[in-house]
């Protein structure tokens, strides 16, 4: 009895396979049309087709290197005794903050990243590094479009993009372009 149901379902699954078989060869004929290269664009020459991966991962890529550059700097000032997170210390967290949109803003330049997207990489910037609210962090952004260019917040705002511009082409960052130092003589610090 046994061996009746094992060949039944034998002949069955036999029998499904070849339906299966049926079914693909079905539907890969009827997908067959003399205009298929037509719609995927390929009688165009190369230089004519739009090549659709150069921008694709501008954004990740801003994304890591502001987050390495933010690692390196943030670093720097715990390693010399200043926690970037502790309450109280508004004036400290409005340079940071200025300075690392400021490196932010090149970053995200340097890997055409614009609009809405450039605006999302300092956002994560902010909220990740500083555990500012997302409410918080827009209005920062919005600021640095309003920037007054005798304000401190401006001269953090350029010393960070001086930084990034150099970090980027150097992976290197001079100690007269960090955070720490720039904290310091813009009188963030005392």
């Not at 260019?149 to 401006?154: I, L, P």
């Amino acid at each position: 009895m046994i061996s009746l149901l094992i060949h039944v379902l034998e002949f069955t699954l036999l029998g499904l396979l070849c339906f299966l078989a049926y079914q693909v060869l079905r539907l890969f004929n009827s997908q067959q049309s003399p205009n298929t290269l037509a719609v995927v664009g390929f009688e165009q020459p190369y230089d004519v087709r739009e090549q659709p991966t150069e921008n694709r991962y501008s954004r990740a890529e801003s994304v890591t290197s502001a987050q390495i550059f933010a690692g390196l700097q943030l670093f720097e000032l715990k390693r010399n005794g200043i926690d970037p997170l502790s309450p109280g210390q508004d004036w400290i967290d409005s340079g940071i903050s200025y300075y690392l949109l400021g490196a932010a803003n090149t970053i995200t330049e340097n890997f055409q990243c614009f609009g809405d997207a450039k605006d999302d990489v300092m956002r994560f910037l902010l909220t990740k590094n500083l555990n500012y609210s997302i409410d918080l962090a827009d209005r920062y952004i919005a600021k640095t479009y309003q920037i007054d260019q005798h304000d401190t917040e401006h001269n953090a705002y350029y010393a960070g993009m001086d930084a990034a511009k150099t970090w980027l082409d150097k992976k290197h960052i001079p100690q007269e372009h960090s955070l720490l130092n720039n904290l310091n003589s813009l009188g963030f610090v005392a």
